[in-house]
């Protein structure tokens, strides 16, 4: 039988007033367009890799046919995220993974690499679940064993919350052998998007 590999990107539309609301409040609204345009197109050409499928899910879905030269890759499939809160849009995506091994990730670490997402489906050869967490309690990726018929862990969580790791793995149980990754910057604000660039900058 097949066994596949999937990732799945969610990013909202490069848009003002679409993606980065949090560091535009901080930053010139164009600024903070710039920053998303920048950290999307570089994510998105690090993760895609012949050895998994790529899938870019969109926000809000009526731009699943915006063009975004530069940005989304138009050989990149898209599909629309869907209504819910994250959780909701999260477990919807899982369950149309085909059986194998899947990933979820945002664009808000331009950390994230292709050898990153090797060593989280390396580590759903032994576990139950992947979670790369993010420095503000949140995670850069979670990753399952597809095909299964066990509940997804995406609720109740306090999303956009230092808790959002600690919810979502507490929901696994006691019992789910959960694997974890080194911890990246996510950029939401101005003071992530400063650390960011000092980390950088004395690498």
């Not at 164009?30 to 969109?58: F, G, H, M, P």
């Not at 576990?127 to 990753?143: I, R």
């Not at 019992?175 to 000092?198: H, P």
Request: hydrophobic share 45%; charged share 25%.
């Amino acid at each position: 039988m097949t066994f596949h590999r999937t990732v799945f990107v969610f990013a909202k539309a490069p848009r003002i007033g679409r993606a980065k609301t949090r560091l535009a409040r901080s930053l010139d609204s164009s600024e903070a367009l710039r920053i998303n345009r920048a950290i999307t197109s570089q994510v998105l050409r690090q993760v895609q890799d012949s050895r998994w499928k790529t899938i870019l899910l969109v926000a809000p879905d009526r731009e699943i046919f915006a063009c975004a030269p530069g940005v989304w890759p138009y050989s990149l499939e898209k599909r629309p995220q869907g209504h819910g809160d994250l959780g909701a849009r999260l477990r919807r995506a899982f369950l149309t993974a085909p059986k194998g091994a899947a990933l979820a990730i945002a664009t808000d670490a331009p950390d994230v690499d292709s050898s990153k997402l090797w060593r989280a489906f390396d580590a759903l050869r032994s576990h139950d679940a992947v979670f790369g967490p993010a420095d503000d309690g949140g995670f850069w990726v979670c990753g399952f064993r597809t095909g299964k018929r066990a509940p997804l862990p995406f609720a109740p969580v306090r999303w956009s919350s230092p808790h959002a790791l600690a919810d979502v793995v507490k929901n696994l149980g006691p019992k789910a052998k959960t694997a974890y990754l080194e911890t990246l910057v996510d950029i939401d604000d101005a003071e992530s998007w400063a650390l960011w660039l000092s980390r950088r900058r004395s690498a």
